[in-house]
C-alpha cells in the first residue's frame, strides 16, 4: 500500500463519523482492500492511542477524529498528531544529551535509520544535538557509522515532507551493529513512546535509575 493504512484512515474520517463498515466501502473505491479484523485492529488502537474517538451507535461503533486533531489538519494528507508540538527530534535530543559523545553518534543515526527506515540525514543530526565539528572528528576514525552514497538517497529525500533536507545534504547508517549501541537506542525509543502514550497508572512512582549513562 502506498500510503500507511493509519494515515489513510485519518484521512478519510476528517471532518466525518464512519462505521467500519463506511470505512471498508471507502477504501475499497480507492483501491484498498484490508480485512475486516485488519481494518477493526487499526481503529480500535487509535482509539486506545485517543487518536480517534469511538461511538456507540447499536448495532455499528462509529469513529471520528477528535476536535483537536480536527483543527490541526489544515490540508489533505498533511496529519499532525496534537503531540507533534513536541518535536520527535527535541526527544531525541533530550535523551541522547545523556550518553557520551563516542556513542551519542552511533546511536543518533541508528535510531533515525530504524524509526524511518532509511538513512540518517546530516541536518537530523543536527536536530538532535550533534554538530559537524563532533561529527567530523568520529568519522577521522574508525568508526560504526559510515557515509551513504548520494545515488541512493534520492528517493529518502522525497520522501521527507515535515522538515526541509538540502540538495546535497549527506546521510549515514550504521555499517557495524553492537549491543551497547542497540541498548542504549532501546531506551531512547522507549522515552519517545513514553511521550506518544498516556501512559498514567501504568508507571512506577518510584522511578527506576535510567540505564542511559
Given at each position: 500500500m502506498e500510503k500507511k493504512l493509519?494515515?489513510?484512515l485519518l484521512e478519510l474520517l476528517e471532518g466525518r463519523q464512519l462505521s467500519i463498515s463506511g470505512l471498508s466501502r471507502e477504501l475499497k473505491a480507492e483501491g484498498i482492500n484490508e480485512h475486516r479484523l485488519v481494518l477493526t485492529g487499526y481503529l480500535r488502537?487509535?482509539?486506545d492511542l485517543k487518536i480517534l474517538e469511538e461511538i456507540g451507535v447499536p448495532p455499528s461503533k462509529m469513529y471520528?477524529?477528535?476536535?483537536?486533531?480536527?483543527?490541526?489538519?489544515?490540508?489533505?494528507?498533511?496529519?499532525m498528531r496534537t503531540s507533534d508540538s513536541e518535536d520527535v527530534y527535541s526527544i531525541f535530543k533530550t535523551q541522547l544529551l545523556k550518553i557520551n559523545l563516542e556513542l551519542r553518534i552511533p546511536v543518533g543515526v541508528y535510531i533515525v535509520s530504524r524509526l524511518f527506515e532509511r538513512p540518517c540525514f546530516r541536518?537530523?543530526?543536527k536536530l538532535i544535538g550533534i554538530t559537524q565539528k563532533?561529527?567530523?572528528q568520529y568519522l577521522e576514525k574508525p568508526s560504526l557509522v559510515c557515509e551513504?552514497?548520494?545515488a541512493h538517497l534520492r528517493k529518502a529525500r522525497a520522501d521527507i515532507t515535515?522538515?526541509?533536507?538540502?540538495?546535497g545534504n549527506p546521510a549515514y547508517e550504521i555499517k557495524e551493529h553492537r549491543e551497547d549501541v542497540t541498548r542504549l537506542a532501546n531506551e531512547v525509543f522507549a522515552s519517545l513512546i513514553k511521550h506518544?502514550?498516556?501512559l498514567e497508572g501504568l508507571l512506577a512512582k518510584s522511578k527506576q535509575t535510567t540505564l542511559i549513562p
Open positions: 493509519n494515515i489513510k488502537a487509535l482509539r471520528h477524529l477528535p476536535e483537536k486533531i480536527n483543527e490541526s489538519l489544515p490540508q489533505k494528507g498533511k496529519v541536518k537530523e543530526l563532533h561529527l567530523d551513504v552514497s548520494d515535515k522538515i526541509e533536507i538540502p540538495t506518544s502514550i498516556n
